[in-house]
């Protein structure tokens, strides 16, 4: 298994954000990086929202989905700047915002000015008045998703991209420069069957957020068709805290993979950014990134 870094600060969402990162900034979003980069982290997340409007809730977060999310493009290319190895995911992008090629052109930048440490995870996106206000279609945005992804599939490691689909088609054209992956890895957000389903059918890997594991169990058993390689990456229930209770950190983590997940991305108790360092620390002291590996799949293929 491996284990990301759930980044602090970049998002502020109700019951969820320490006090300490209402008034923190880059400063201390670098700080975490930096040190989850020395680490041997996977990855560092930044997610996307627009223009949230305010007391929007979801089964997810009754309490309410926050309102600050700071832009993932901008976020991630000054952490490009900082960091030598550790990976950018966008957690998520939503497709219905952006245009494929737009998507193509910017990331693809990105992971070229980063040598190829890109990760774009996308979602369909569930905030109906956030799509009205972008001037966004919401009724049909499931397929519009769908030929997005299989958009981006085609254009994002290629100066002549082409492609022909339902909703976006293009040909004869340049998008310079492009990613220098061969293939980024894209992975689908969403809980539900149906967003599996496009994960296992479009993409690379699955972002199911931290649903429960008996659910996660069960779910990827109905698809053991999932192709090589394919990463689960979903958290846990609750912060984690090794620094004074790594043995429920450990059991958390091996519960985790023994269901199915792949990656993990660690979101720590912390109650200031130095905590929080301290709290990477001594995850990456428990050694859990070389010894939680999955059993032989137990779900697919």
């Known amino acids: 298994m491996r284990l990301g870094v759930s980044t602090p600060v970049v998002v502020k969402v109700p019951g969820l954000?320490?006090?300490?990162?209402d008034t923190a900034g880059i400063a201390e979003i670098t700080l975490v990086a930096e040190h989850a980069d020395r680490l041997g982290f996977h990855f560092l997340t930044c997610s996307e929202h627009i223009a949230m409007p305010r007391g929007i809730h979801s089964p997810q977060?009754?309490?309410?989905?926050?309102?600050?999310?700071w832009d993932p493009l901008a976020?991630?290319?000054?952490?490009?700047a900082r960091t030598k190895s550790i990976r950018l995911l966008t957690n998520v992008l939503v497709l219905g915002y952006h245009h494929p090629l737009a998507i193509a052109k910017r990331y693809g930048t990105l992971d070229r000015m980063s040598s190829g440490r890109v990760n774009?995870?996308?979602?369909?996106g569930t905030a109906e008045e956030e799509f009205r206000t972008l001037g966004a279609a919401f009724e049909d945005r499931g397929p519009r998703a769908d030929d997005a992804i299989r958009a981006l599939r085609a254009a994002l490691s290629q100066v002549e991209p082409e492609y022909h689909g339902e909703f976006y088609d293009f040909a004869g054209l340049v998008v310079d420069p492009c990613a220098v992956q061969e293939r980024v890895p894209l992975w689908v957000g969403g809980h539900s069957r149906r967003a599996l389903r496009r994960?296992?059918?479009l993409a690379d890997g699955w972002l199911p957020g931290a649903p429960d594991l008996q659910t996660l169990r069960t779910m990827l058993a109905e698809h053991p068709e999932r192709p090589a390689g394919f990463e689960v990456v979903s958290g846990v229930h609750g912060a984690l805290d090794p620094l004074t209770d790594p043995d429920r950190v450990e059991e958390a983590l091996h519960a985790a993979?023994?269901?199915?997940?792949?990656?993990?991305?660690?979101?720590?108790?912390?109650?200031?950014?130095?905590?929080?360092l301290e709290q990477l620390e001594a995850v990456a002291g428990l050694g859990v990134f070389e010894a939680l590996?999955?059993?032989?799949d137990p779900t697919g293929p």
């Open 61 to 69: 977060l009754p309490q309410g989905r926050g309102t600050r999310y």
């Open 293 to 296: 590996v999955p059993p032989e």
């Open 199 to 201: 994960a296992v059918t």
């Open 120 to 124: 774009l995870g996308l979602g369909v």
């Open 75 to 80: 976020t991630l290319s000054w952490l490009a």
């Open 257 to 276: 993979a023994a269901a199915g997940v792949t990656m993990v991305p660690f979101r720590p108790v912390h109650r200031s950014v130095q905590h929080y």
């Open 17 to 21: 954000t320490a006090e300490w990162e």
